[in-house]
């Protein structure tokens, strides 16, 4: 009883941080995409870059820029990796075998953080800092630049110019992400979070031998690995480590940070399209799913149905004491429903219906609420389909925010919402028959399949964490799901950049007595609905062979 009274607090001070923050940083987002005066540091950064801050861009020109600098940020990973050895700070650490270097470039530049490495015995500080923590900067900005730019397709008429996307990503940088990683990353290490650029401490056991423990740049890492719903740790154990999140307080303060942009996006949503009310709908449909899923996984977490676990009275296998089953499955939900990935326990230990709610939160497509910036962007192509059915059904050409959505905005809609769930199930139904596969799995039956599919909703999803029990070293794993991660992240992009140009180049549509209104509590059903129904045709009959067959064991 006392563990749900404090985990019951727990949410209700979350909610209420999210509470206070979401209109002054929902109008500040908006401010800073909305405003027509550059910086001075931008300026500066502008003229050395060769940049015309003044220039729109077609969403053509937009896409190329957003695919050019991510090729050239997974080059770079890739060669900081590669080059280790000669590198300043490396520790004497090895350079990274090339499959592994390839896997970890594609993950940190697509935001996905998939780690298939002991980062304090593979990475330098260097390779650390200048490598892994500049793309949680870019990659998250990245994002946000996309879901912008499909905003400015709802806000603009008669143009088919949809924003800069090299003035969006610094002001994104600049203005959001670095100011706000900043603040925490001080809160963090005065809460006990290490931050330390030495390579370890040598202590001495109760057993009398020596052990090294690791130490790292941690607080300036876990500030950036949150906000930017990125979550590769910078210690291997993630934020279950007590030096990346020692207490409740920083426990609650990270979760706060994962769902803080996702969250208050919405906000900026509804006042660059000058309907507040519009942002408060899609927040409903996110909170909803939200909390429903932490529900499940709280509820299947606390009433388990294995011998062991009846015996201990909850499912306490793989979580931090220091957290309880509240703290886990507040975590566990939160960043399964962004693409953060960031882990404060083992996924793996946790029942089969707590561990299916976290995975149909990633096969949800990560709306509730969401990545920094994919969230609301993928959210509104939902809409758009809603909006499209809702049209089919009462005979009327679909209308979304005064613009009409013909067979192009469908078609684009309909391919970032499907780009997932085809990589998914294709990916993990070969992987499941490769002899190999059954050699990389340490569980057999439901449990092996679940980890499998895990596996893959996790890399096509950009989210980043892992069942474990799954070895994914070898080259057909390395390689598939550094796939899944690059046409996961990169096919919606693009699908979301051309729908944007698209809505953009049409004229308003003043409503009429027949337009469906898009706010308020029946649309949110329906968005909800339209949620709900493709994950339940798409991914049921796998989730009734993985995790629901073997919470019914």
Known sequence: MNDTVAGLLQVALLLAALAAVYKPFGDYMARAYLSTRHWRVERALYKVVRVDAESDQRWSTYAYGVI?????????????????????????????????????????????????????????????????????????????????ALIRGFMRAGTDRIGNLWVDLTRTVIRILLPVAFVFAIVLMGLGVVDSLSGGITVTGVDGAQHTIALAPAASQEAIKELGTNGGGILNANSAHPLENPNAWTNL????????????????????????????????????????MLAVIW?????????????????????????????????????????????????????????????????????SPGGTGTGIYSILVFAIIAVFLAGLMVGRTPEYLGKKLGRKEVTMASIAMLA???????????????????????????????EVLYAYASASNNNGSAFGGLTVTSDWFQSTLGVAMALGRFIPILAVLCLAGGLAAQKKIP????????????????????????????FVPALALGPIAEAMS
């Open 299 to 367: 509820w299947a977490e606390a009433h388990p149905n294995g011998p062991a676990a009846l015996l201990a009275g909850s499912a306490l296998e793989g979580k931090e004491t220091r957290f309880g089953i509240p703290g886990s499955a507040l975590f566990a939900d939160s960043t399964t429903g962004t693409s953060t990935g960031a882990v404060n326990s083992a996924h793996d230990s946790f029942t089969g219906l707590g561990g299916g709610g976290a995975m149909l939160n990633m096969l949800f497509s990560e709306i």
């Open 511 to 538: 409503p009429s007595a027949g337009t469906l209104p898009t706010s308020g509590p029946l649309f949110a059903s329906m968005v909800a609905g339209t949620v709900l129904l493709v994950a339940a045709l798409t």
């Open 420 to 450: 997932m769930p085809t990589l998914v199930l294709v990916l993990a139904g070969i992987a499941v028959v490769l002899p190999a596969t059954g050699a990389a799995l340490t569980n057999p039956g439901a449990h092996g399949l679940s």
């Open 253 to 292: 303060i990270e979760i706060f940070l994962l769902l803080v942009i996702p969250v208050s996006l919405t906000r900026t949503f509804g006042v660059m399209v000058a309907d507040r009310k519009q942002g408060y709908t899609i927040l409903s449909v996110m909170a909803f799913l939200w909390a429903a």
């Open 68 to 148: 050019g600098f991510s090729f050239v940020s997974v080059v770079v990973l890739y060669l900081l990796q590669r080059l280790q050895t000669v590198l300043p700070l490396g520790l004497g650490r090895p350079e990274i075998v090339p499959s592994v270097a390839f896997n970890t470039a594609i993950s940190f530049v697509t935001n996905t953080n998939w780690q298939s490495y002991v980062p304090e015995q593979a990475y330098g500080h260097l390779v650390q800092m200048a490598g892994l923590t500049v793309q949680n900067f870019v990659s998250a900005a990245i994002g946000m630049c996309v879901a912008v």
